[in-house]
């Protein structure tokens, strides 16, 4: 596999390229004749990344959104054309490979531009190809022919490598690539680029690092109080410099209306209210942030106007006044983009000319051909018609893909005004705008709310200002009460975003390196990785800390020092009794908690339990076993004796839980209705009335004999010490006490150092464990057929996935068993899904398959938890009814109705569970499983439908319309 044995080079500081002492070439006669294309002239680190690139040097160019780094990319493309070599051109997501596909298209001809996607093949053995990462990914380790006279590959949006999801994909592919491929990396401005590019020329060879901070529009800041904008700088803001960076001074005007806010605040706060004679604030407001929007909560609708948040419609009329249209506003909630288009549509607000509807309509057309009426009333097609053509639309993961096509395409052609999108919008999708408005700078990160973070605010406001088209962009924060315009200036002004790696080793990717290269290979071609290369990097920070401790310690053990005889012995005799004790209690907790969790996993709806502990002890009856994850563990959805539905976790039961008996819990229960949980409740209270009502209460073990008596020795050594009668005593043991903890920390310290060096590695080896334990590696570490055919997997939870084909549990079923089944392999719950209706399914035959692959996952757990390796994400059966239902046909209607979910999710679940199943029937054809494959493509065929399948629909349609015209020019000329 001649793009993964290159040998490898020793260390050598030779090697590494200073980027600030690296000469730029002259641009020869395919630089010069590309940059003379362009109806503006290039700037400065445009031109070095193109000298670099036509030198024959791989580069990694970093320069803010919007700053033309993708000239690079094309210029890539350019000079594999004219050298006749193979180009591939990859994105981090689908959208983006779409928009960059059609960029390429209309510079060099569709004949010469292919796009492969996860679910669209188009031209694919053009000279150069759009796709995915993980589609080129999949071709390395697949060994692909069209791999064969590759010479260059752009790699987009490289700073996804930090994604902890899918960043490990971007190292594969750069680790993997043949020395031969010129690689030009494409990064948004970060703060440790030079790290990056240093990594880069170390395992790829010559790379040279271009870095921009330049925006080329300048961007000016602004706080909106009420209806009137404010500069938040007194000067020229720092994004709007020559050279970023620079100092500004807030606006004293801002400065001055927080303090009178402030003023405001606090009087109202002191002013009796009704009976209690407290203020609102003695209440508590939530969240307190320096951006506003929490500390002062209470108080909104006390404050005077001037201090309110604008509402929605004010701020568009705003930015008309200011000609600051169009404008992309971050919301962070899908609910919050879509109710802000409804808010505008119901004040009335239209932005478009006659001739702007007209082309909006006929690109909706374009985008719903194929769609049924029936659809397209499920999807509320006629308020997304009626919104996008006055100009304003919503942009998140929720929407339907098809929508969000249109929109992206309207808003290119600057016929939206307003969009309001989740921070999903700002990775990557080329929709520059005039201005980017920040409704608040506080986002739900999935746990809790938090502020976001200088480079968050810089990604999001480096939408503004489109190159070419504005002179100026502009990013407006809305006022929120308790707003402090200094911390926002900070803000503003710092660029700190770092890049780190989240590579880690997984199953698929164990199997396919050692199949091409033997397991010591790739265990050394895994510590290439960017995540070790920091990783080594860390030890300086490391043992200055050990310097600094051991210099502490060695104060603190003089300050310790006892006259009646040795305190530090008799500090480790009173250290080592409290962590025996600490220990063994630990251990009697795991041993429960974990029989606990997988007791957990066995509920199925029905089940009558106790639960013994934490707020709602008493009985209650399974509604779903429900999403769980790997932090909280099984979160079954239950029904309690109050008839109040909630989830439970590990804390309600310490210890195993064991049905007691079941009743039939309705296949359309829907926690929210009254009448169904008093039904619900009634017959569990008739079924317990038929039981001895008497449960086993929880005991905690007792103590191991062994460990016991070791505590009784040593505490009897304890007592003998000369320092136990020591008047002292306990002063000097808070000295010791520190000095013990700082040793403690000390020698975590120097394991992390010494292990510095094998981190990826020691996983890899953990990884190859569990492969052999499993027959996926045979005894002299090959790849079996079963590990070729897990070769073939790429998902979270490959292995899993291997097993359930591997075991025969898919054997039997037919399409729509066999897609529910996989569906629990792909799908993860939103938290907002929790108190959404459950819609069983209703097959005893995929039914028992999903509780095989829950048996199968616990398995795979455990035999993690013996190699030391962190658990994978847990299954969830979420999901299954509503795949069952798709694969068997039931109208979009009906599944959304049910379900719950938008259109957008429910594409793109389904969508995730056709990549799977092609995977599985791919898979199964490898190991002889020939029904299993006919099957999965059944399934898949049943699945691909209606909305599900309207976007390949469209690009394919667009493709044939570009080929027209294409055809058209070439006669023309």
């Known amino acids: 596999m001649a793009d993964l044995e290159r040998p490898i080079e020793p260390d050598d500081d030779a090697n590494h390229q200073d980027p600030g002492d690296q000469a730029v070439p002259e641009l020869g006669e395919v630089g010069r004749a590309f940059a003379d294309s362009f109806d503006f002239s290039l700037d400065d680190y445009q031109l070095q990344s193109i000298a670099h690139i036509e030198a024959g040097s791989g580069v990694l160019v970093a320069a803010p959104t919007g700053a033309g780094k993708t000239v690079a990319g094309e210029f890539a493309v350019a000079l594999g054309l004219q050298q006749g070599r193979k180009v591939f051109y990859t994105t981090p997501i689908k959208a983006l490979s779409?928009?960059?596909?059609?960029?390429?298209?209309?510079?060099?001809?569709?004949?010469?531009?292919?796009?492969?996607?996860?679910?669209?093949?188009?031209?694919?053995?053009?000279q150069v190809v759009v796709m995915t990462t993980e589609v080129l990914r999949n071709m390395i380790y697949a060994r692909s022919a069209t791999l064969r006279n590759l010479g260059f590959v752009v790699m987009d949006e490289v700073h996804y490598l930090a994604d902890r999801f899918r960043g490990a994909v971007w190292e594969e592919v750069i680790i993997g690539l043949a020395d031969s491929v010129q690689l030009v990396a494409l990064s948004a401005t970060v703060s440790n680029a030079e790290e990056f590019g240093e990594w880069l020329t170390e395992v790829r060879g010559d790379v040279r690092l271009v870095v921009s901070e330049r925006r080329p529009v300048p961007l000016y800041q602004h706080v909106m109080v009420g209806r009137?904008?404010?500069?938040?700088?007194?000067?020229?803001?720092?994004?709007?410099?020559?050279?970023?960076?620079?100092?500004?001074?807030?606006?004293?005007?801002?400065?001055?209306?927080?303090?009178?806010?402030?003023?405001?605040?606090?009087?109202?706060?002191?002013?009796?209210?009704?009976?209690?004679?407290?203020?609102?604030?003695?209440?508590?407001?939530?969240?307190?942030?320096?951006?506003?929007?929490?500390?002062?909560?209470?108080?909104?609708?006390?404050?005077?106007?001037?201090?309110?948040?604008?509402?929605?419609?004010?701020?568009?009329?705003?930015?008309?006044?200011?000609?600051?249209?169009?404008?992309?506003?971050?919301?962070?909630?899908?609910?919050?983009?879509?109710?802000?288009?409804?808010?505008?549509?119901?004040?009335?607000?239209?932005?478009?000319?006659?001739?702007?509807?007209?082309?909006?309509?006929?690109?909706?057309?374009?985008?719903?051909?194929?769609?049924?009426?029936?659809?397209?009333?499920?999807?509320?097609?006629?308020?997304?018609?009626?919104?996008?053509?006055?100009?304003?639309?919503?942009?998140?993961?929720?929407?339907?893909?098809?929508?969000?096509?249109?929109?992206?395409?309207?808003?290119?052609?600057?016929?939206?005004?307003?969009?309001?999108?989740?921070?999903?919008?700002?990775?990557?999708?080329?929709?520059?705008?005039?201005?980017?408005?920040?409704?608040?700078?506080?986002?739900?990160?999935?746990?809790?709310?938090?502020?976001?973070?200088?480079?968050?605010?810089?990604?999001?406001?480096?939408r503004a200002g489109r190159r070419g088209i504005d002179t100026e962009g502009h990013a407006v924060v809305l006022w929120q009460p308790g707003f402090d315009p200094r911390a926002v200036a900070g803000l503003a002004s710092r660029r700190t975003y770092p890049l780190r790696s989240s590579f880690a080793p997984t199953y698929n990717m164990a199997v396919n390196l050692i199949g091409a290269v033997g397991r010591d290979r790739t265990r050394t071609l895994l510590e290439q990785s960017f995540a070790q290369f920091q990783s080594d990097r860390s030890v300086v920070g490391l043992a200055r800390k050990v310097s600094r401790n051991d210099a502490e310690i060695a104060e603190l053990w003089a300050k310790a020092e006892c006259d009646l005889g040795d305190f530090g012995s008799y500090a480790e005799l009173r250290e080592e009794i409290s962590q025996l004790e600490t220990e063994a209690a630990r251990s009697r907790r795991a041993d429960r908690r974990a029989e606990a969790e997988v007791s957990l996993q066995r509920l199925r709806p029905g089940d009558i339990v106790w639960v013994p502990a934490g707020k709602h002890t008493g009985w209650a009856v399974v509604i779903d076993s429900g999403p769980g994850d790997q932090r909280r563990g099984p979160r079954p959805l239950v029904l309690g004796e109050d008839r109040q539905v909630r989830r439970l976790g590990a804390d309600d039961f310490p210890t195993p839980v064991e049905a007691v008996s079941r009743v039939r819990v309705p296949k359309r229960f829907s926690p929210r209705d009254a009448q169904s949980r008093r039904s619900l409740g009634a017959a569990m209270s008739a079924r317990l009335a038929e039981l001895d009502g008497d449960v086993e209460r929880f005991r905690p073990g007792a103590m191991d004999a062994e460990v016991a008596q070791r505590i009784s020795d040593l505490r009897e050594q304890l007592a003998h010490h000369p320092c136990h009668a020591c008047p002292e005593r306990e002063t000097h043991a808070r000295w010791a006490e520190r000095a013990l903890r700082l040793s403690a920390e000390d020698r975590r310290i120097r394991r992390k150092m010494e292990t510095r060096t094998n981190t990826i590695a020691v996983r890899f080896d953990r990884i190859c464990q569990v492969l052999s334990a499993f027959g996926y590696l045979d005894e002299h570490d090959r790849v079996s057929a079963e590990g070729r055919m897990l070769a073939r997997i790429y998902n979270e939870l490959d292995l899993v996935a291997a097993e359930t084909l591997r075991t025969g549990v898919l054997d039997?079923?037919?399409?729509?068993?066999?897609?529910?089944?996989?569906?629990?392999?792909?799908?993860?719950?939103?938290?907002?899904?929790?108190?959404?209706?459950?819609?069983?399914?209703?097959?005893?035959?995929?039914?028992?398959?999903?509780?095989?692959?829950?048996?199968?996952?616990?398995?795979?757990?455990?035999?993690?938890?013996?190699?030391?390796?962190?658990?994978?994400?847990?299954?969830?059966?979420?999901?299954?009814?509503?795949?069952?239902?798709?694969?068997?046909?039931?109208?979009?209607?009906?599944?959304?109705?049910?379900?719950g979910m938008t259109a957008g999710d429910f594409v793109r679940c389904t969508r995730q569970v056709i990549d799977l199943t092609e995977q599985i029937g791919n898979a199964a054809g490898s190991i002889g499983k020939d029904e299993v494959r006919s099957t999965a493509r059944s399934a898949v065929g049943a699945l691909r439908r209606g909305v599900v399948d309207l976007t390949a629909e469209v690009e394919q349609a667009e493709v044939e319309q570009a080929e027209v015209e294409q055809a058209g020019m070439e006669r023309a000329e």
Not at 108 to 122: A, H, P, Q
Not at 283 to 306: C, E, N, V
Not at 435 to 458: A, C, M, Q, R, W
Not at 838 to 847: F, G, I, N, Y
Request: charged share 25%.
């Open 812 to 899: 039997d079923l037919g399409p729509a068993q066999l897609a529910a089944v996989l569906s629990i392999l792909v799908y993860e719950a939103r938290r907002s899904d929790d108190r959404r209706p459950v819609w069983r399914l209703e097959d005893p035959a995929a039914e028992d398959a999903i509780e095989q692959v829950q048996r199968l996952h616990r398995q795979v757990s455990l035999a993690e938890r013996d190699a030391r390796l962190e658990r994978g994400p847990d299954v969830d059966a979420g999901f299954a009814a509503a795949t069952f239902a798709w694969a068997s046909g039931i109208d979009l209607a009906e599944v959304l109705g049910i379900t």
């Open 228 to 462: 009137t904008l404010h500069d938040l700088f007194a000067d020229e803001a720092p994004t709007a410099m020559p050279v970023p960076g620079g100092h500004s001074e807030v606006n004293p005007e801002l400065v001055s209306i927080a303090k009178q806010e402030s003023r405001v605040v606090r009087d109202d706060s002191r002013r009796p209210r009704g009976r209690s004679g407290r203020g609102k604030g003695g209440r508590g407001g939530g969240r307190t942030s320096a951006y506003g929007g929490g500390a002062h909560a209470d108080h909104r609708m006390k404050l005077p106007k001037r201090f309110q948040t604008p509402r929605r419609s004010d701020v568009v009329g705003a930015l008309s006044r200011d000609n600051l249209l169009p404008a992309i506003v971050f919301i962070f909630s899908r609910a919050g983009c879509d109710a802000a288009v409804r808010q505008l549509m119901q004040d009335g607000i239209r932005l478009t000319t006659s001739r702007e509807r007209t082309r909006i309509l006929s690109i909706i057309d374009r985008h719903i051909v194929g769609l049924a009426d029936d659809d397209l009333a499920a999807l509320g097609y006629q308020q997304f018609r009626s919104a996008l053509a006055s100009g304003i639309a919503a942009h998140h993961a929720g929407m339907l893909p098809a929508w969000k096509e249109c929109v992206e395409e309207c808003f290119v052609e600057g016929l939206i005004k307003v969009v309001y999108a989740t921070e999903t919008l700002a990775l990557g999708i080329n929709m520059p705008a005039r201005s980017v408005v920040l409704e608040k700078l506080v986002k739900f990160n999935g746990e809790g709310h938090v502020d976001i973070t200088p480079g968050e605010y810089t990604q999001l406001t480096g």
């Open 98 to 126: 779409n928009q960059k596909f059609h960029d390429l298209v209309d510079r060099f001809g569709v004949e010469r531009v292919g796009l492969l996607t996860g679910d669209t093949s188009i031209n694919s053995e053009a």
